[in-house]
Each structure stands twice: as structure tokens, then as C-alpha cells.
């Protein structure tokens, strides 16, 4: 018996993350079977805390897409509550397993909203944490430009509190500093706010795109659940974010993030045919990185940074952000397809998952609270947004909601 968790069955996502028990493929008929020399840091304080992992979930290729539908996986990750839907992406597996109950926690991992979506979708919770909170080595110092932090999905606020509390801090030479935290996350959850908290609302997405009813029908729920909780919602202007601009600093890290990874695999294993082990959005992404100026890698990053002080300035006028954490239900299968370029692809994931990837770039915390279903039996989600190192009011936060809302013992369908 290990840690606060002792010995509970638990899933790796198939995200690369080091695990020198468990192969990873991250979706991709290249990587088939790639096995790891070394443990993650984070695999290490898995273990220590009493995960016994026994599999991997499944992702997209490269956990690129907002829905888990690679081809290395032998077909699509189907939504527990409708099977004609996407389980999010791209920790479309791990929300799946923990929302039919296959496990009570699974790792999950958030580039720009991969553990918000499918939470939202499957109708768990699912925390994204600060940048710097969750070790990213020893072998890697960053995902994608400080976008990429790893986290855990569970049916219950209270599993994810103490699983931050045996996995948060930092280790040796990481390049972000971890923000502090209280001694005890899963203690924290427990007490009362000493005063209302200020929230932000927001209903409208930039460049107007469209959000569902449903969405903010999920919204207005939230807010009601607030209000009664004793808290002030006051509907708030967007910060001026240039969101296409945006996107496509997302799409040149990525790209570049895709060349880099090949190439440094062809390099160990010599050259191999991409076409046929690559799909076509991805293949697209590393011509793209192939043929990337330094410059346009730069100017992305650059504005990421942008981001993160638009952000934190912002929040700094109320505690919480609530938000849609998609701006549609969960889409079809087959809705947002890898079979096409890599910018139509990745624009078109920016139109569902509007509210999300912005605060991969701030390095905020953010968290997926399945507090609202639909007519058809439909999770929707809505998200918390704290400021940076802001976990624990989140985590309280969400904890009460699920106290007069609660959602643990809501289950899918049987097939």
C-alpha cells in the first residue's frame, strides 16, 4: 500500500508520458510500440501515490485533436452517453473509462484543452493545473511551448484534490517555477470561502462565433448554482484578444512540435515512408514545420506571452472566469477529421474549443465542471477559470457546486 491512494487500478494516457512498463504509441502508427528507458517524474509520483497503471487510453495522433478518433487505435472513441459522438480529445480514453466507471481516476494531459473537452463531453471532472504545477521531466522540460501540463480526470472533485496533492511541485531544473499551493488540497476542499467570490461571466466567444444553446444553457445553470451558493456572477466584456491570430500561433507550434518529433524518431531509426504511417493532417503538419522560418516560430511564442499578461491582468478584477467549456455538444463522429490540411483542421477545432486553449497559454488553471445535462441525456460542461497558482479556489469551488449539484452517480446508458 502506497500513499493517500494505497492501491488503485489507474490508466496512463497514450501520450508519451514515460513509463517503462507500458508502451505508447500517442495514436500513431509510427510510434507503434515505442517503449521508454527512463520513467517520467510524473509516472514516479504516480506510483508513489499508489496508482498501480495496468494500460494506456487512446488519443489522437500526436493528442492533436479535440476528438479521439486515430487510426492507429482501429477506430473511433465513442461517447459513453451517445455512441454516434465524439469522448473529447485528445484524453478522449481516459474520460471515457473514468465516465463508465472502468476506473474511479485516469492521467489525462491538457495542450490546448485535451482534459477539459472530453471531461465536458463524458461528463466527468477534469482540472487543468497552473504551468509549472506537474513535472514534465526528467526528460522534457515543456510541452509545446509551456501550452502542454498533465492532470487527471475523475467522477468526484475530491479524487482529483488528492491526487494534486501526492503529484504537485516542482522538480530539479524544470524551466517554470511552480506557483505555491496549501499544504493540502484535498484539506483545503473541506473549508468555507471567508467572503463571496467576484465571477466573471462570459457568454459570447471572439470573432462571434457561434455557441450553442445548450452551452449556455449549462452556463445559466452554473450561475444559478453560484448564486445560491452565495457568490456574485456579473456578465463581463471578453479581454481584446486577436483570436484568429491566435489560432494560427497555436498551429505554427504545433507544426513545428510535429517536425521535431519525427525527425528526432527518423534519426534513431532511420527513414521511413510518412505518408503511410502518417495521417493526412499531421503529414501536413510536418511540411509545415519542415519549412517554418525561425522568425514565425518566434512571433508565436511571443504571443503566447501576450496572452498570459492579457489574461492575468483581466482576472485581476474578480476571482473565477465561468465560462462554456465548448461552444457545441459533443460532436459527431467524423465532425472534425484529421483527412484534411492541418490549418483547416486546426481552425476548425478553434471554432469548438474557443474558450480553452487561451488559458493553455496564460498558464492559468482551468477545470471542467459536468454540472448540467441535456434533454437527450447529453453532458454539457461548463469552465472555471482561476488565476495562475489558483488551484485550491477551484477545487473548493467545484467541490461545493458538486455539493448541490451533485454528479457522481450519474451513469451512461448501458450499450
Sequence with gaps: MKGTFGAVPFLLKDSGLASTQLASDVGSRLFAGLKAKIDSTLNTRFVADGFLSFA???????????????????????NPWDRTRSAGGSSGGAAAAVAL??????????????????ASCCGVFGLKPSRGLIPYGPALG??????????????????????????????LGQPYAAPARPASYLRFIEGEFDRPLRIAKWTHSWNDIDVAPECLDAVAAAERHLL???????????????????????????????????????????????????????LDAYRLGEAMQAETYALAINRFHSVARLMETY??????????????????????????????????????????????ASGQPAA????????????????????????????????????????????????
Design 101 to 118: 466507471g472502468v476506473v474511479p481516476i485516469a492521467h489525462g494531459s491538457d495542450g490546448g484543452g485535451s482534459i477539459r473537452i472530453p
Design 56 to 78: 494506456r487510453t487512446t488519443v489522437p495522433e500526436f493528442c492533436m485533436a479535440p476528438t479521439t478518433e486515430a487510426v492507429q487505435n482501429g477506430g473511433p472513441t465513442l
Design 142 to 171: 515543456e510541452g509545446w511551448r509551456g501550452l502542454a501540463v498533465d492532470g487527471v480526470l475523475s467522477r468526484t472533485v475530491r479524487d482529483t484534490a488528492a491526487a494534486l496533492d501526492g503529484i504537485a511541485g516542482m522538480e
Design 228 to 282: 445560491a451558493l452565495g457568490h456574485e456572477v456579473i456578465d463581463a466584456p471578453l479581454p481584446p484578444l486577436k483570436y484568429d491570430a491566435f489560432v494560427d500561433a497555436i498551429i505554427d507550434v504545433m507544426a513545428a512540435s510535429v517536425t521535431m518529433t519525427v525527425n528526432g524518431y527518423l534519426r534513431l531509426v532511420g527513414p521511413k515512408h510518412l505518408p503511410a504511417l502518417l495521417e493526412p493532417a499531421i
Design 315 to 360: 482576472i485581476a478584477a474578480c476571482d473565477v472566469i465561468l465560462t462554456p467549456t465548448l461552444t457545441q455538444p459533443p460532436v459527431k463522429l467524423g465532425e472534425i477529421s484529421m483527412d484534411n490540411d492541418f490549418r483547416s483542421f486546426r481552425r476548425k477545432a478553434g471554432r469548438y474549443t474557443t474558450f480553452l486553449a487561451v488559458i493553455n
Design 368 to 415: 471542467n465542471v459536468p454540472l448540467h445535462w441535456t434533454d437527450g441525456n447529453l453532458p454539457i460542461g461548463v469552465q472555471l477559470i482561476g488565476r495562475f497558482g489558483a488551484e485550491a479556489t477551484l477545487l473548493r469551488l467545484s467541490s461545493n457546486l458538486e455539493g448541490i449539484a451533485p454528479w457522481r452517480d450519474r451513469r451512461p446508458p448501458p450499450s
